[in-house]
């Protein structure tokens, strides 16, 4: 039996506001003492309210418009309720039915070259949790909860099951990371936590194309923009149950729990029966899917809208706005890379990875515009060389690059040219050399280096001096 | 429009999703109780509703944001006074296993 | 001159600043009440002797050194014990928080604090605001001062009953169903239900987030006034509290009722004590007399205002209580009284997934009607007025088994808080010894006007001076 595997990613993106989604705690939490970084209200105080960051809507908004989002006129906050430990208030302020955006697409390229597009169901903004961790006192297993990261802005991007493998789903997470870097609003590093996917997996039978009528299960009471896996093909029927996959550190490692997960359900489909449908955690020793302890009631939010947040109204031209003020995003950078300095699709993919380094790069390349220096000698040197672009002025690297190539152009008539040259106006280094005294070398060749402008290696200078003097 | 049905509450499943623990006694009377109560609420149902709009504010405020400012958060000490286990300035509970 | 116990803020507040009297000899005085009364009467789950004494001590160095001070500066007040006060202990009148220090101040308690008032203490509640009675507490019951074998009406029991009684001489409270008001009227005190969003509800343990209002009770109108002057204005830390500015609510108090146009809603004045129904018709000639117009009205949706509250409220209710899950503070969660248990099996119940739409959804919807009620009626009327209760102060114990009767108590109170419109409850007479209340209720934002109605009737009638023997 063949199976196609039927993936989504739910990502959570860090914003890099000052402060917190819902009070003035600072959000740079990072390295901090636990429990410092903490208020009434992000620590669910009794009485404490919460007061929306207009900073991490601004940056929810930009993001979703860049990923094709049409972004909502109205919208507002819903409460979700559950309970947890590191959920200080029993529920979390998030966004049910009205997002900031929805309906976008993102475009990715696999290896081979095929082009991609995966649909965006929504990008909504919410509130992050406490961290959880495990220990053991006097030898009771406990658990320690610090709410720093309480709080904090969490964007929450939303995909359609639209990849297909492992690889695809590795890309689009690559690429949403990217945007977000590109858009300056999150570092989205997956190793500090500021980036988590969670990729969902299930397979679907390749055989069955039976046309039907109803194609997706789609409950008529789900609210818009909620996920409810329409069909990639209207005529295909989809699977009936999803796996949630979690703990997922790196990309390398999202990779390997989807195949995991491939290789699992597909030995469970073969055998007849149905995966269950229950959330499992990655473990990065074994490199296998674990179940976690089914939360059954956990996925009854009843959700509803948040009372301590009036509505969010806004205006098309606000929108307008935000389209036009949008930075140029990775792909636009990278076919006008490839069109107005003429580079090669390999290099144009590196030098576009981040936006920094595609800065870097013009910037040397308008610096190197005087002296001629070629888009494509500067892009060979920050790709093979990998220059420390912190450290280093794109104008210093051109200056570097430009030295190197001018140690070339010295011809060997014009070198001997000035080595005859010096030799004429240093006779008494001339003489002392013949008498043996070794260090007048040097002499001479500080003179050629200083005639020639340091154009010149001086290494060979060197060696035609002595060449000369010893003939 | 949904209309309210049996006015009964499986208060054992309820509880649970409200992780409220309750005797079985409580369960019985509040069973009890919460159906007189669903009764008289199954009045609702009279009105017709159906081009309403709900109405989740009461106020006609909207937008109402903050700017991305920081202000100093409670000290360690004040956000674990009230807590009846800490340890090394985490709050401690007892251990949450997810099988991993 | 006069009994302390028996001063108005007004007058407490001219002895204070002529000097004839010391912030710390009044606050002395009601601190010694507080203490005195509480056996018998429960008012107060803390007395918080140092921090009031500590405030007035720094009140009596201000006005010898010749500052004007805000009228509240030295007064005695209660607050209801679930406003957070900074290092008090504050309860919600369960066992739950019964050790809970707050880190932090409510912001209406800032405030009260900024004006120099004098917190004499915590006065008890039913637990975390939920009851009609004052019999819900964890800490004992409150009596009523005029019949101790009978209630004081709730939640805010025990901020009604130490202004009665004289141990402040305003107490705060919330009202998100009726909670100032019924007690109000139980115990012969003024108890405003402001606007919503008028008051901030930061720092006040949430009850039901879209109803909770914060208010005051007070012997008097005036009194009334004054204490809005401090806790209405805007709140950065509150996102439903309005930016609208407050007015200066004693400015033009005594302003004559003249051709004020008075609703009588028909819906409010069936299926009540027929006495009531007459002290509160007489109460509205007199201000006919005085120059206002009477008009009857209706509010049709009225008969829907207990089922519609009694959807939005528990859903809330379960949602704010979730918090409280002994890990950051307080105790774990089967400590929780039958009341608060019961309402937050409801309300999970009414949210959960298939019955939103049937129960949350639905009642959101009415809401909007019941709102349409009183906008439609403020169109042609200025104020309404109406009973509070059905009932007079019923006896202990009458109505504790059956919490379907509790809540059709709030027959008349619970519309204001659906339509997020202010309501003043003013003494209205006696039926035997037992206080009758009336309900001033007006378009959003018309606490000014509410005060002049009040304040009209009241210099009429005075019923604040029938103190209670206790």
């Not at chain 3, 606050?27 to 009440?33: D, E, F, M, R, W």
């Amino acid at each position: 039996m063949k199976y196609e595997p039927v993936i989504g990613l739910e990502i959570h993106i860090e914003l890099a506001t000052k402060s917190k989604m819902f009070c003035s705690c600072s959000a740079d939490y990072f390295g901090a003492k636990p429990n410092t970084h903490t208020c009434p209200i992000c620590l669910g105080l009794p009485g404490a309210m919460p007061k929306a960051n207009v900073k991490a809507i601004e940056f929810t908004q930009k993001f979703g418009s860049a990923v094709g989002c049409k972004l909502l006129l109205s919208s507002k906050f819903d409460r979700k309720n559950y309970f947890y430990p590191d959920l200080a208030k029993g529920f979390q302020i998030s966004q049910y039915d009205l997002p900031f955006s929805a309906e976008g697409s993102l475009q990715i390229k696999a290896e081979n070259g095929n082009l991609k597009k995966v649909r965006i169901t929504r990008v909504h903004l919410e509130e992050d949790t406490g961290k959880l961790t495990h220990a053991t006192i006097n030898n009771r297993r406990v658990t320690l909860v610090d709410f720093n990261r309480s709080g904090v802005p969490l964007m929450e991007i939303v995909s359609e099951p639209d990849m297909e493998s492992a690889q695809e789903a590795k890309l689009y997470a690559q690429k949403i990371r990217q945007t977000a870097r590109y858009m300056g609003i999150s570092d989205a590093d997956m190793e500090e936590g500021s980036m988590r996917i969670e990729p969902n997996v299930s397979l679907r039978k390749v055989t069955e194309v039976s046309k039907v009528s109803n194609g997706s299960k789609v409950s008529k009471e789900q609210p818009p923009y909620i996920s409810s896996r329409p069909s990639v093909s209207p005529d295909v029927i989809l699977p009936n149950y999803k796996v949630e996959l979690k703990n997922i550190n790196s990309f390398k490692f999202a990779e390997k729990a989807i195949d995991y997960e491939i290789k699992r359900q597909t030995e469970i489909l073969d055998k007849g029966e149905v995966p269950q449908q229950e959330t499992r955690g990655f473990n990065e020793q074994k490199g296998i899917t674990i179940s976690q302890r089914s939360k059954e009631l956990a996925h009854d939010y009843r959700y509803f809208p948040e009372p301590d947040l009036p509505p969010l109204n806004f205006t098309e031209r606000q929108f307008e706005k935000i389209k036009n003020k949008l930075p140029e995003l990775p792909d636009e950078k990278y076919q006008r890379f490839i069109k107005k300095f003429n580079l090669g699709v390999y290099d144009a993919e590196i030098l576009t990875r981040e936006q920094a380094a595609a800065k870097y790069f013009e910037e040397a390349v308008k610096a190197g515009e005087k002296a001629k220096i070629s888009a494509k000698s500067i892009a060979n040197v920050i790709i093979n060389d990998k220059p420390d672009i912190d450290k280093t002025l794109p104008a210093d690297l051109v200056s570097q690059i430009y030295q190197k190539t001018q140690a070339t152009y010295i011809s060997d008539d014009e070198l001997a040219r000035i080595v005859k040259k010096v030799l004429g106006e240093n006779k008494k280094a001339v003489e002392d050399f013949k008498s043996g005294k070794d260090a007048a070398l040097q002499v001479l060749v500080g003179a050629v280096m200083r005639e020639s402008k340091g154009n010149i290696d001086p290494q060979k200078a060197k060696a035609m001096l002595k060449n000369l003097l010893t003939n | 429009m949904k209309k309210i049905q049996k006015p009964e509450i499986d208060v054992d499943y309820v509880s649970k999703l409200a992780n409220l623990p309750l005797s079985n006694k409580e369960k019985g009377l509040f069973e009890k109780q919460l159906k007189d109560v669903l009764s008289y609420i199954a009045k609702l149902n009279e009105i017709d509703t159906d081009k309403v709009e709900p109405n989740s504010h009461i106020t006609d405020l909207a937008n109402v944001t903050k700017g991305d400012k920081t202000f100093p958060s409670l000290s360690q000490d004040e956000a674990l006074k009230n807590a009846s286990k800490t340890y090394n300035g985490f709050f401690e509970v007892d251990a949450i296993f997810e099988e991993q | 001159m006069k009994n302390v116990s028996d001063l108005t803020i007004r007058e407490a507040s001219d002895l204070l600043s002529s000097k004839q009297i010391k912030a710390q000899e009044l606050v002395q005085a009601y601190l010694k009440s507080a203490h005195g009364q509480n056996k018998k009467l429960n008012s107060f789950i803390t007395i918080c002797d140092d921090a009031a004494l500590n405030q007035a001590k720094k009140v009596d160095k201000l006005i010898a050194n010749g500052q004007k001070l805000n009228p509240l500066a030295g007064i005695p007040i209660g607050i209801k014990d679930v406003f957070s006060t900074k290092d008090i202990r504050t309860t919600a009148g369960s066992r739950v928080l019964e050790n809970y220090v707050p880190v932090y101040d409510a912001t209406s308690v800032y405030s009260l604090n900024n004006a120099n008032a004098c917190i004499v203490g915590k006065t008890n509640l039913d637990a975390w605001a939920h009851g009609s009675s004052g019999e819900n507490s964890d800490f004992g019951p409150t009596r009523n001062p005029y019949d101790l074998s009978r209630v004081p009406g709730g939640s805010s029991s025990g901020s009604a009953v130490s202004v009665a009684s004289g141990s402040s001489l305003a107490a705060m409270g919330t009202d998100t169903g009726g909670s100032i008001r019924l007690p109000a009227a139980f115990c012969n005190v003024v108890g405003l239900k402001p606007t919503y969003g008028r008051v901030s509800r930061y720092g006040v343990i949430a009850m039901a987030s879209s109803l909770d209002c914060i208010g005051h009770f007070t012997k008097t109108v005036y009194d009334n006034a004054l204490v809005l002057n401090v806790t209405a204005g805007e709140d950065g830390f509150d996102s439903t509290c309005t930016a609208q500015k407050p007015d200066d609510y004693t400015k033009d108090i005594e302003k004559s009722v003249k051709g004020f146009k008075i609703g009588i809603p028909k819906e409010y004045f069936e299926n009540l004590d027929m006495k009531i129904k007459g002290l509160i018709l007489e109460a509205v000639k007199k201000l006919e007399k005085l120059g206002a117009q009477v008009e009857d009205i209706s509010l049709p949706n009225t008969e829907y205002g207990v089922a519609t509250y009694y959807i939005i409220q528990p859903s809330e209710v379960s949602s704010n209580l979730a918090r409280y899950d002994g890990i950051r503070f307080g105790k774990t969660r089967e400590k929780f009284g039958s009341e608060a248990k019961r309402r937050i099996i409801l309300g999970t119940y009414t949210l959960s997934s298939g019955y939103y739409d049937a129960y949350y959804l639905k009642a959101m919807k009415v809401r909007r009607l019941i709102r349409g009620d009183f906008v439609d009626a403020f169109k042609r009327v200025d104020i309404i007025i109406c009973p509070v209760s059905p009932t007079l102060p019923f006896k202990l114990g009458e109505k504790v088994s059956d919490p379907l009767q509790m809540y059709l108590a709030d027959i008349f109170t619970v519309t204001a808080n659906l339509a997020g419109v202010p309501s003043l409850a003013v003494p209205c007479g006696f039926i035997g010894d037992l206080p009758v209340g009336m309900q001033i209720i007006g378009p959003d934002f018309s606490e000014k006007l509410l005060y002049q109605v009040g304040y009209a009737y009241e210099r009429e009638t005075k019923w604040y001076r029938v103190r209670p023997e206790i």
